[in-house]
């Protein structure tokens, strides 16, 4: 059964750093394509940033470039999310997710179908 579960967030103050993992069971994340999305009540989901399941190419939104960096982790069958420079409007409930239908056309890129398998997400809190 695939199932993903993210952990690490918490209540920080603006500029700090957070990493958060996103472990997977069920599947390789070798092998399949892992975004973080985040989730703001009152608003729609957005992505954050995704890996490639092709050829490992990393992909960000905009609003994250230069400030987060996803990675697999290392022998632990994990996708990591390392979050610098956090700023206040960075506040959310942050879920990972791998391969689904869930069609998200700005990050076809990196997962052409969309995404699914969807985490229950670890919440970020950034105070300023």
């Known amino acids: 059964q695939v199932q993903l579960v993210e952990s690490g967030g918490g209540s920080v103050q603006a500029g700090d750093s957070l990493k958060l993992s996103c472990a997977a069971s069920g599947f390789n994340v070798d092998y399949y394509s892992i975004a973080w999305f985040r989730q703001i009540p009152g608003k729609e989901r957005e992505g954050v940033a995704c890996i490639s399941n092709l050829d490992g190419r990393t992909f960000y939104a905009d609003f994250v470039k230069g400030r987060f960096t996803i990675a697999r982790g290392d022998g632990e069958n994990t996708v990591i999310l390392q979050m610098n420079n956090l700023k206040p409007e960075d506040t959310a409930n942050y879920v990972c997710?791998?391969?689904?239908?869930?069609?998200?056309?700005?990050?076809?890129?990196?997962?052409?179908?969309?995404?699914?398998?969807w985490g229950q997400g670890t919440q970020v809190t950034v105070s300023s």
């Open positions: 997710a791998t391969d689904g239908t869930d069609y998200y056309p700005e990050w076809a890129d990196c997962a052409i179908l969309g995404f699914g398998s």
